[in-house]
């Protein structure tokens, strides 16, 4: 009898220890449970979380997250890490217009907020996904010392990494998850550098140790030449500009359209410059939306300021002839070493051209809104913008195609995918820099379909590597082609065949 009891207070101890553990592991994230949102009045089809992260506790730098559990099998699904790129832009970008939980409609009287309704494309049907905000001073991003607003591409990727860390820390549950990097745009650089760094603390024994098995990077920049040199030819492929302007244009510049070479060179891509001017730079089959600040800024010949000018072998000024800032760095003014100048720089305006960012900014900038996911007020954290000028970025990492190559032979799985109809970042570069590897062939160019359509085009790589177009899409894929974009994210994260 008395060993019996014994068994019983045993078995009683160890349940009252798992339960006290249990607990444990989830009291740091308790404060971030997001139980309602201003504008919605359904019911969360899984668990939300949101928060500040604080990176470096003597600078009080602190990196805003969005998470949300995946409505299939949390315990198991991927995590997802989404940045989106700029640089300089919100992660609130990709989850209030694109693959969010949540689809946001416009509020019907002046000054309301909008309404919000179930995203039945959403990523976290098959996913968990953390949306950050990086770096520090980007959306609702902030570090008390300002200092921490002058920052670039190695320093972003170290603290993501050290974000990822803590984050880990403090939802250890998903460590044994796979997991994914993604992004889009100039997160084409966010991505991989990332990615390297995680690596590097894989290899090191960093605690906690990360479960990485791939990154996938949309529309994203990577290489000045290859990126640089992208533009022409989608102009003239998608019937932008004649075949005589593409054979001038290729004569005179001899292939190099992206540094100027030429007074003969530079006149002609003046030329293309204006066929394609009042295009849609996201996506040439979209209209262009243009608030009233942009309708007052709307010269095409933009020049950089001094400081920021790429010196020609005469020494003189290149001019950078552009509306492509916004969610990423313009082109045919490619990712070049230096420091990124910013909108307000190049146009004296705030606004992100064709881009109608209103119902997000009305929305994060909401006081009941900030409250309910734990953002700190506009007093603390400052005025959320889809992309902002708050701070100063250098891109200092050169190109990413020896990230991708390092990333890759090492067996992480990669997915590069474009919409075919983005001029910002043509997939026409994506494309080259793909092949430039030089890997072998494994799928050869073939469609893909979505709802029994064919929704794009792929080509396979050994060593993990894709690419993959998407029929009929901008910049911004999710955003464009919700249903194609789940389906082929969730048959590349299952590591299935698109």
């Known amino acids: 009898m008395a060993k019996t009891s014994l068994i019983l207070f045993s078995q009683l101890l160890f349940h009252y220890m798992l339960l006290s553990f249990v607990v444990f592991t989830h009291s740091a994230t308790e404060s971030a449970l997001v139980t309602q949102i201003p504008g919605f009045s359904g ?14 506790e003597s600078h009080g730098k602190s990196l805003f997250y969005y998470f949300v559990e995946s409505e299939g099998n949390p315990s198991k699904d991927p995590v997802v890490l989404w940045l989106n790129g700029g640089p300089g832009c919100s992660s609130f970008d990709g989850f209030v217009y694109e693959h969010g939980p949540f689809n946001f409609e416009a509020a019907k009287t002046k000054g309301g907020l909008p309404t919000l309704h179930l995203n039945p494309y959403s990523w976290s049907k098959v996913s968990n996904i953390i949306y950050l905000d990086s770096p520090a001073g980007v959306g609702l991003s902030y570090s008390k010392n300002l200092t921490d607003y002058i920052t670039g591409d190695t320093k972003t990727a170290l603290d993501s990494h050290t974000f990822l860390l ?14 994914f990097i993604a992004g889009e745009s100039y997160a084409g650089v966010y991505v991989p550098t990332l990615a390297y760094e995680v ?5 090191a024994g960093t605690k906690p140790i990360l479960n990485l098995k791939g990154y996938l990077v949309g529309n994203g920049v990577t290489d000045n030449v290859f990126d640089g040199n992208a533009l022409v030819p989608f ?15 290729t004569n005179n510049c001899k292939g190099n359209f992206y540094n100027l070479n030429s007074e003969t060179c530079d006149s002609k891509l003046a030329k293309v410059d204006k066929d394609i001017e009042d295009l849609n730079i996201y996506n040439i089959l979209e209209p262009c939306y243009h608030d009233t600040e942009m309708r007052q800024n709307t010269d095409i010949n933009i020049r950089l300021p001094s400081s920021f000018q790429q010196l020609g072998e005469t020494d003189r000024p290149l001019p950078v002839r552009t509306r492509m800032f916004g969610r990423a760095w313009p082109f045919r003014a490619p990712v070049r070493e230096g420091r990124v100048p910013t909108w307000p720089e190049l146009l004296n305006s705030n606004s992100v051209p064709c881009t109608d960012d209103e119902v997000a900014t009305a929305w994060l900038n909401d006081a009941a809104v900030r409250k309910a996911i734990h953002a700190d007020e506009v007093s603390i954290a400052g005025s959320w913008e889809i992309c902002t000028d708050r701070i100063d970025f250098s891109h200092d990492a050169g190109s990413m195609i020896k990230f991708h190559r390092n990333l890759t032979l090492r067996g992480y799985r990669a997915l590069i995918f474009s919409g075919d109809h983005d001029m910002c970042v043509p997939y026409t570069g994506s494309e080259a820099w793909t092949r430039s590897l030089g890997y072998k062939i494994i799928d050869e160019w073939r469609p893909w379909t979505s709802n029994g359509q064919v929704a794009g085009y792929i080509q396979g790589y050994e060593n993990n590597l894709t690419f993959l177009t998407v029929k009929g899409s901008g910049h911004t894929v999710p955003e464009y082609k919700p249903r194609e974009a789940l389906d082929f994210y969730s048959l590349f994260l299952a590591g299935k065949k698109i």
């Open 166 to 179: 803590k984050w880990f820390e403090l939802y250890p549950e998903f460590l044994s998850n796979p997991f």
């Open 43 to 56: 019911t969360f089809p899984s668990n939300h979380y949101s928060g500040y992260v604080t990176i470096d």
């Open 199 to 203: 690596v590097k603390g894989i290899d």
């Open 235 to 249: 102009a003239h492929g998608m019937g932008l500009i004649s075949d005589e302007l593409y054979e001038e244009v």
